[in-house]
């Protein structure tokens, strides 16, 4: 059974491109052509009453006295849901200014979504340079033009394609309306805006996980701000994330020089850790970079086998020794790696999962990464260290990555940058200590940020786009080979807001303040940074003011609901901290 695609176009002047356009299209497709003029006033047009009669003949609806901003209303478009919705060069008439267009285009785009099929489109032609994207050219200033975005994003939709509009290809058309007169708009160098549905915003939301560490369970709330970055599964066998893609390519290049094994065991997100092993590991984090984790309950692990309502909880929540903390790297697994029976010199042993750690909010810091580890014992004649530098340049010299190399006794390490993130990742070769022959074994380890990897080999211009959860985001990297990506969302509106408050200097904690924007704009803060700092020379407290850019690659973010956004803040802020908003 074939399925009829609905066609709908509003603000039609003399029809001619809705006539066109249904000889073009295929069959199965039905045409509904509206305007907002009674139907008297619609056939004095020229060839208004030629088109309307090659529309009927085709099978087309052609409709009287639509207004496209309560498109719901309409008796007759109220039954359908379109695939597509039309709108060429909209005008409010005369001599309106951009304001009063800008509310035309924000009241035809939230009509439209309630007629509108879910994987629906919206068309709309604009002058050059009225839509106020850089695709315009020359780009009028932001506030001279329609913001055309902007306006869309108020119903929930992005812009996803932009292309010139092509008139000839309708063969016949003939625009009309310029100020409400039977003149053309000046259709040289104008756009065709194509505009679809985003997914909605979603808040974060309270996570409770349980996990087995040593020889207890233990059951514990996930920050907030952490809940969209677990059990998504990106590195699973059947997953086509490009994380995952990116990490068998570089794979693949790696095992061209040495033989790489992947281990195999339990290597939970929750450990059991203090401060004193993340630098005996070699970390360059301190406590307050940890989520350390309290626990809700722990239980012995042989009381539990079989169910845990009958086990009762621990009284004391670090019994084990030490504190619970969700893991900031995996080179805390690098002795276990090593203590396991199938670990043997000559082979690099690859192991890849989350890594969680507490940053600023910035354009080039991820809270939440995916992780490639690897260790061997390797022979130092071979150079090894070298080598995995060679194949590193090999595969990344394209992306703009340089190496920084350091020797520290005989510790010699590796450093990775890139142009906007130093550090990604490291490479670090020590001699094996009580080996026979001294010197002769070098141990190796990699390190790497395989989600800043991903964005630079395959030109994601945002690291949240890797978490979205728009189907459209993985629909790319189905077919092989991947290339590089191509926004779903183009020119998303960025917002500016200040927030400023009194706090206490000696307990005030920024990272706390950047978890708490996190949680109540839900990822929407692109970047944040402090632009005013003042201490009062008597009290001894301080202020600070802040300013948040809200952007989003993936959702349609707007106006107001930055606005509801920010208005959350400053009422979650005073609750979370200790702090005066000002």
Same mark, same amino acid.
């Given at each position: 059974?074939?399925?009829?695609?609905?066609? =709908?176009?509003?603000?039609?002047? *003399?029809? &001619?491109?809705?006539a066109?356009?249904?000889e073009?299209?295929? !069959?199965?497709?039905?045409?509904?052509?509206?305007?907002?003029?009674?139907?008297?006033?619609?056939?004095?047009?020229?060839?208004?009453?030629?088109?309307?009669?090659?529309?009927?003949?085709?099978?087309?609806?052609?409709?009287?006295?639509?207004?496209?901003?309560?498109?719901?209303?309409?008796?007759?478009?109220? @039954?359908?849901? %379109? #695939?597509?919705?039309?709108?060429? +060069?909209?005008?409010?008439?005369?001599?309106?200014?951009?304001?009063?267009?800008?509310?035309?285009?924000?009241?035809?785009?939230?009509?439209?979504?309630?007629?509108?099929?879910?994987?629906?489109?919206?068309?709309?032609?604009?002058?050059?340079?009225?839509?106020?994207?850089?695709?315009d050219?020359p780009?009028?200033? $932001?506030? *001279?033009?329609?913001?055309?975005?902007?306006?869309?994003? /108020?119903a929930?939709?992005?812009?996803?394609?932009?292309?010139?509009?092509?008139?000839?290809?309708?063969?016949?058309?003939?625009?009309?309306?310029?100020r409400?007169?039977?003149?053309?708009?000046?259709?040289e160098?104008?756009?065709?805006?194509?505009?679809?549905?985003?997914l909605?915003?979603?808040?974060?939301?309270?996570?409770?996980?349980?996990?087995?560490?040593?020889?207890?369970?233990?059951?514990?709330?996930?920050?907030?701000?952490? &809940?969209?970055?677990?059990?998504?599964?990106?590195?699973?066998?059947?997953?086509?994330?490009?994380?995952?893609?990116?990490?068998?390519?570089?794979?693949?290049?790696?095992? &061209?020089? $040495?033989?790489?094994?992947?281990?195999?065991?339990?290597?939970?997100?929750?450990?059991?850790c203090? !401060?004193?092993?993340? @630098?005996?590991?070699?970390?360059?984090?301190?406590?307050?970079?940890?989520?350390?984790?309290?626990?809700?309950?722990?239980?012995?692990? *042989?009381?539990?086998?079989?169910?845990?309502?009958?086990?009762d909880?621990?009284?004391?929540?670090?019994?084990?020794?030490?504190?619970?903390?969700?893991r900031?790297?995996?080179?805390?697994?690098?002795?276990?790696?090593?203590?396991?029976? #199938?670990?043997?010199?000559?082979?690099?042993?690859a192991l890849?999962?989350?890594?969680?750690?507490?940053?600023?909010?910035?354009?080039?810091?991820?809270?939440?990464?995916?992780?490639?580890?690897?260790?061997?014992v390797?022979?130092?004649?071979?150079?090894?260290?070298?080598?995995?530098?060679?194949?590193?340049?090999?595969?990344?010299?394209?992306?703009?990555v340089?190496?920084?190399?350091?020797?520290?006794?005989?510790?010699?390490?590796?450093?990775?940058?890139?142009? #906007?993130?130093?550090?990604?990742?490291?490479?670090?070769?020590?001699?094996?200590?009580?080996?026979?022959?001294?010197?002769?074994?070098?141990?190796?380890?990699?390190? =790497?940020?395989?989600?800043?990897?991903?964005?630079?080999?395959?030109?994601?211009?945002?690291?949240?786009?890797? $978490?979205?959860?728009?189907?459209?985001?993985?629909?790319?990297?189905e077919?092989?080979?991947?290339?590089?990506?191509?926004?779903?969302?183009l020119?998303?509106?960025?917002y500016?807001?200040?927030?400023?408050? $009194?706090? /206490?200097?000696?307990?005030?904690?920024?990272?706390?303040?950047?978890?708490?924007?996190?949680?109540a704009?839900?990822?929407?803060?692109?970047d944040?940074?402090?632009?005013?700092? +003042?201490?009062?020379?008597?009290?001894?407290?301080?202020?600070?003011? %802040?300013r948040?850019?809200?952007? &989003?690659?993936?959702?349609?973010?707007?106006?107001?609901?930055?606005?509801?956004?920010?208005?959350?803040?400053?009422?979650?802020?005073?609750?979370?901290?200790?702090?005066?908003?000002?």
């Open positions: 059974m074939s399925i009829t695609r609905e066609v =709908l176009l509003v603000g039609e002047g *003399n029809f &001619s491109f809705a066109a356009l249904s073009s299209l295929a !069959p199965g497709v039905r045409v509904t052509a509206t305007c907002l003029q009674p139907e008297a006033e619609a056939l004095s047009r020229e060839n208004a009453e030629k088109n309307i009669q090659q529309l009927r003949d085709r099978g087309s609806t052609v409709l009287f006295g639509v207004d496209c901003t309560c498109l719901k209303e309409h008796e007759v478009i109220q @039954q359908h849901l %379109y #695939d597509w919705i039309i709108f060429n +060069f909209p005008h409010c008439g005369r001599k309106s200014g951009v304001k009063k267009n800008r509310t035309l285009l924000a009241k035809f785009f939230q009509s439209c979504a309630e007629v509108l099929k879910d994987n629906g489109e919206v068309h709309m032609a604009l002058c050059n340079g009225q839509g106020g994207t850089p695709y050219n780009m009028r200033e $932001w506030h *001279n033009s329609w913001q055309a975005v902007a306006m869309a994003a /108020e929930g939709l992005i812009l996803s394609e932009i292309h010139p509009f092509d008139r000839d290809k309708y063969q016949g058309y003939r625009c009309t309306g310029y409400s007169q039977d003149k053309g708009f000046h259709v160098g104008a756009l065709n805006h194509i505009f679809t549905r985003s909605p915003y979603t808040m974060p939301e309270k996570l409770k996980m349980v996990t087995t560490i040593g020889k207890e369970t233990v059951s514990f709330e996930v920050p907030e701000e952490l &809940s969209e970055y677990v059990n998504r599964g990106f590195l699973s066998q059947q997953s086509h994330h490009p994380v995952k893609i990116v990490l068998e390519q570089l794979l693949r290049e790696i095992k &061209s020089s $040495w033989p790489v094994c992947t281990v195999i065991g339990n290597f939970p997100e929750l450990l059991n203090c !401060p004193e092993k993340l @630098q005996s590991c070699g970390l360059n984090l301190t406590p307050s970079d940890v989520y350390w984790i309290k626990p809700i309950e722990t239980h012995p692990l *042989n009381q539990c086998e079989d169910s845990m309502k009958d086990c909880p621990m009284e004391d929540q670090q019994s084990s020794g030490g504190s619970y903390a969700l900031p790297s995996l080179l805390l697994h690098v002795q276990e790696i090593m203590q396991n029976e #199938d670990f043997s010199p000559g082979t690099l042993h890849s999962g989350l890594v969680f750690q507490r940053v600023p909010i910035s354009p080039n810091q991820y809270p939440a990464y995916h992780q490639l580890l690897l260790v061997g390797l022979p130092s004649k071979s150079q090894p260290l070298q080598c995995l530098k060679d194949c590193m340049e090999a595969l990344l010299s394209p992306y703009h340089s190496f920084k190399e350091e020797h520290l006794g005989e510790e010699h390490q590796v450093w990775v940058y890139s142009q #906007d993130v130093q550090n990604f990742g490291r490479m670090t070769s020590v001699p094996v200590p009580g080996s026979d022959f001294q010197g002769s074994l070098q141990l190796c380890v990699l390190l =790497l940020n395989i989600d800043h990897l991903a964005t630079l080999i395959l030109s994601i211009p945002d690291w949240r786009l890797l $978490w979205s959860a728009d189907p459209r985001f993985l629909a790319h990297f077919p092989r080979p991947v290339g590089p990506f191509r926004p779903f969302s020119y998303p509106p960025s500016s807001h200040d927030i400023s408050f $009194w706090m /206490e200097p000696d307990s005030f904690d920024e990272l706390d303040f950047h978890a708490v924007v996190r949680v704009t839900g990822g929407a803060v692109k944040l940074k402090l632009v005013d700092r +003042f201490r009062h020379p008597h009290m001894g407290h301080a202020s600070l003011c %802040y948040l850019d809200y952007q &989003s690659p993936d959702r349609a973010l707007s106006h107001s609901q930055v606005l509801g956004l920010q208005n959350q803040l400053r009422r979650l802020l005073p609750l979370r901290l200790q702090v005066t908003l000002r």
